[in-house]
């Protein structure tokens, strides 16, 4: 595969998962990561290791998330052999108000293809009105 298919597939992973999770369904993101994934969230203290604690930590909010639409903005993807970084803005929309965000997550390239083996998000501006 060259590098502009490579981008264009981590970036329609991200973007299906996207789908998913603003219906509410966050096995998407499940689906894609890594059993050994790190995973900042901008609502959490610590670090949270591994599919499995993040799965548990997304059991609560399956079915309550209701993103409307979103902009990926600019996603850039970064590879360095089986690995890729894709980095980008991300702004979602849920009625009047939304949320922007950064993301940055690193994917690695095993023998079931490529799968996020970290991500962080954080957010720049609170719930707009």
């Given at each position: 595969m060259n590098t502009e298919q490579t981008i264009a597939e981590i970036i329609a992973l991200e973007r299906a998962a996207l789908d998913r999770?603003?219906?509410?369904?966050?096995?998407?993101?499940?689906?894609?990561?890594?059993?050994?994934?790190?995973?900042?969230?901008?609502?959490?203290?610590?670090?949270?290791d591994g599919r499995?604690?993040?799965s548990a930590w997304y059991a609560p909010l399956r079915g309550t998330i209701h993103i409307e639409r979103y902009d990926l903005i600019e996603p850039q993807v970064q590879?360095?052999?089986?690995?890729a970084v894709l980095?980008?803005?991300?702004i979602s929309y849920q009625?009047?108000?939304?949320?922007?965000?950064?993301c940055s997550e690193v994917y690695r390239c095993d023998s079931e293809g490529w799968c996020v083996v970290q991500t962080h998000w954080s957010i720049t501006r609170h719930l707009q009105m």
């Open positions: 999770w603003g219906a509410g369904d966050p096995d998407g993101y499940l689906e894609i990561s890594a059993p050994d994934v790190s995973y900042f969230d901008p609502f959490l203290e610590r670090r949270i499995e604690a993040l590879l360095y052999g089986d690995t980095t980008f803005n991300l009625g009047e108000g939304s949320i922007h965000w950064n």
